[in-house]
């Protein structure tokens, strides 16, 4: 039995709005891998947790409201504390591009904006893997 | 073996997930040493009765006892092998609870509602000291039932107004409920009409242990405190009756004894095979050869 890519899909902060997320929650399984998806409204706490008890190799995190630059340090912090920090984060949603760099020196390895294929997604982290 | 923190206990459940023969084998010497501790609780039933809900509700009512432990099974894609794991998002209120912890696992498309390494699973949080382990199947149909083998109780969650979905499920999944329960009972007549055809089947089945029937509106957390204290007296059902208990343990161990002849098996195929096996299936596609003459020629050179 074969090891198999574990991603968790989440929604950080208060937007109710989680369409994207399940396309990609949906693709991704379609391309083999297990998808964990935790629902709308959740801290970043509640994020770090879930993926750590799944033992995901990458979180996704999506996110609409504006809230990214408090959000995803916090996520990326929270990793380290609690040792996690070789779980791999990309972020995905209404991110403007003036945000991406900031977001990317806080370890967010790479921000998928409208538009992106879904393609682009299963790329990236088929890639993330053989590094 | 410690668990000093939930990332190495949620590693080594990877491990034991992916059949890791040497993480299984220190599992297996360290659980013979300190034996069975904690209570196994299955929840099963179809697709939308509300089991995760209920599971979530369950939770909080046994984390005031003790540790709690979540495995909680969706089916994986034939085609692809992927999974969309979604039991998680009913139960999130607890992901910060220390007291908590939930393993999502795909089946890898097992049949009978459990995932091959779930008996393993749970012997890693028994060990870990989680003292209720609470396994949520797949959504059932009719003949999932190799959750029995693995619990100590069985919850039967099923929908209301049910009368057609019960003929359906008469046979398999009846018989393996220790307790039922109908959910969604705010619908209140259908749920009425279920609760009534159930005990009558029971009636007509009778039993040492006569399974109680119980209306749950998991939504709002109503009849789960019914539901916990039944849980609780058939654990005393069992642990007054050794032979009842002796009867699951026995099938447990039939159940876990083939699996693992077949991880062997398997193993075994992988390291030693793979050629025969490809070329097996090549003389099958083209005519050949037929399944059972390529299966025991493969079988012959790799049992040696």
């Known amino acids: 039995m074969g090891e198999k890519i574990r991603v968790l899909i989440a929604k950080p902060g208060l937007d109710g709005h989680d369409r994207g997320a399940k396309v990609i929650a949906q693709a991704l399984k379609d391309a083999g891998m297990e998808v964990i998806y935790t629902g709308l409204r959740q801290t970043p706490e509640q994020i770090v947790n879930a993926a750590i008890q799944e033992d995901v190799k990458f979180i996704g995190l999506s996110i609409l409201s504006g809230a990214h630059n408090t959000l995803f340090p916090k996520v990326m912090q929270l990793l380290k504390e609690k040792k996690a920090e070789d779980i791999k984060v990309f972020g995905g949603g209404v991110i403007p591009a003036e945000d991406i760099p900031f977001l990317k020196e806080n370890g967010i390895l790479e921000v998928f904006t409208p538009g992106t294929s879904i393609k682009t997604v299963i790329d990236f982290i088929e890639n993330e893997l053989k590094k | 073996m410690k668990f000093d923190s939930d990332v190495k206990l949620s590693k080594f459940i990877s491990k034991i997930e992916n059949q890791h023969i040497e993480s299984l084998r220190e599992l297996e010497l360290e659980f013979s040493q ?8 299955g929840i099963t039933g179809p697709p939308g009765a509300g089991k995760s809900t209920l599971t979530n509700k369950l939770i909080s009512a ?4 003790g540790k709690v432990a979540v495995i909680a099974v969706d089916p994986a894609s034939l085609f692809t092998d992927g999974a969309l794991l979604g ?5 999130q209120e607890h992901a ?4 908590v912890f939930i393993r999502s696992l795909s089946n ?10 779930t008996g393993d699973i749970i012997k890693v949080f028994d060990i870990a000291g989680f003292e209720f382990i609470i396994v949520e199947t797949v959504g059932v149909g009719q003949d999932e039932i190799d959750i029995v083998k693995y619990s100590d109780t069985v919850v039967l969650v099923l929908n209301p107004a049910g009368g057609d979905d019960m003929q359906a499920m008469k046979a398999g999944i009846m018989e393996i409920a220790d307790v039922f329960v109908v959910n969604k009972a705010d619908l209140k007549n259908e749920a009425e009409k279920t ?35 039944n849980i609780v007296r058939h654990k005393h059902f069992f642990d007054n009756n050794r032979k009842a208990y002796e009867k699951r343990i026995f099938l447990k161990a039939k159940h876990e004894l083939m ?15 793979p050629e025969y096996f490809k070329t097996g299936i090549e003389s099958i596609v083209n005519g050949k050869s037929e399944p059972l003459n390529e299966a025991e020629k493969i079988l012959k050179g790799v049992l040696k």
């Open chain 2, 108 to 117: 890898r498309n097992a049949l009978g509602g459990l995932s091959a390494a």
């Open chain 2, 34 to 41: 300190k034996g069975k501790r904690a209570q196994v609780i």
């Open chain 2, 87 to 91: 039991d998680r998002i009913r139960m």
């Open chain 2, 195 to 229: 609760f009534n055809i159930i005990n009558y089947w029971i009636k007509m089945n009778e039993k040492e242990w006569e399974p109680p029937v119980i209306k749950t509106n998991a939504l709002e957390g109503n009849g789960v405190d019914e539901l916990v204290s």
């Open chain 2, 62 to 65: 046994l984390v005031k006892k």
């Open chain 2, 96 to 99: 910060n609870n220390p007291d």
């Open chain 2, 259 to 273: 699996q693992k002849i077949f991880l062997v098996i398997n193993k075994k195929l992988e390291t030693n095979a």
